[in-house]
């Protein structure tokens, strides 16, 4: 298996841009996570999804972002409008079981909104 | 409140010294998450724990639940151990949601040859 594959890898936009980050688990992996780091706040749980359904939305900064995952195979994160405070480094990871079971990390999408 | 905190923030070593890193948290676990971030920014997961003690290769994790305290073990340290170690814990949280980790601040490690 290629792992956890996230995309784009780098992302520069402006300020009020739509933004969309994407993520493939690993086949198999019942639960997908999106991660926030940044310097100030370290890693921070967005949003978790267990088979495909979104559980624990709790980290979502506000009503600019927004998760789906349509399939097992596939994850979005969209931003909108987008402002220079989200600049950060977004990881998607996934596990079989959730957060209690061995977690597999994208290699994370830096963004930067000017 | 739940809180993970690690120490030391920044360690600096030389090459094959014995490295030890610590995390404590507040209140009961279901389980620790022992993480490796290199430069490059990629994180790995090195150890998921939720008692004992775990291996592999030069790595040691032990957790003392008793004590809420948790030590990251590095044996005959290499450079290329250089990296930013990060602990993470599901807190028991009565069945609501088992997918919310709480992060400490991460030690950054640096081995010189």
């Known amino acids: 298996d290629a792992g956890v594959i996230q995309s784009p890898r780098h992302e520069v936009t402006e300020m009020g841009q739509e933004v969309t980050l994407r993520c493939k688990p690993i086949s198999g992996h019942n639960s997908l996570f999106w991660y926030r780091q940044t310097m100030m706040r370290g890693l921070e749980l967005l949003i978790y999804?267990?088979?495909?359904?979104?559980?624990?939305d709790s980290g979502m900064p506000e009503d600019r972002f927004s998760a789906k995952m349509p399939n097992a195979s596939f994850s979005t994160l969209k931003i909108q409008p987008s402002e220079p405070r989200d600049s950060a480094v977004y990881f998607c990871?996934?596990?079989?079981?959730?957060?209690?079971?061995?977690?597999?990390f994208g290699s994370g999408t830096q963004l930067s909104v000017l | 409140k739940n809180e993970v905190e690690q120490s030391p923030q920044n360690l600096t070593a030389q090459e094959g010294e014995f490295i030890t890193i610590n995390c404590s948290y507040s209140?009961?676990?279901?389980?620790l998450h022992w993480l490796q971030q290199h430069p490059g920014g990629g994180i790995v997961s090195l150890f998921m724990l939720s008692s004992g003690k775990k291996k592999h290769g030069r790595l040691i994790a032990t957790i003392n639940i008793q004590e809420k305290h948790s030590s990251l073990h590095i044996t005959a340290s290499h450079p290329r151990d250089s990296a930013v170690y990060i602990c993470?814990?599901?807190?028991?949280?009565?069945?609501?949601?088992?997918?919310?980790?709480?992060f400490g601040q991460g030690t950054i490690l640096t081995v010189h040859p």
């Open positions: 209140v009961g676990i279901s389980a």
């Open positions: 993470a814990v599901l807190f028991n949280a009565g069945g609501t949601s088992y997918g919310k980790l709480t």
């Open positions: 990871a996934s596990s079989f079981g959730g957060a209690g079971e061995k977690l597999f």
């Open positions: 999804f267990n088979n495909n359904v979104p559980i624990d």
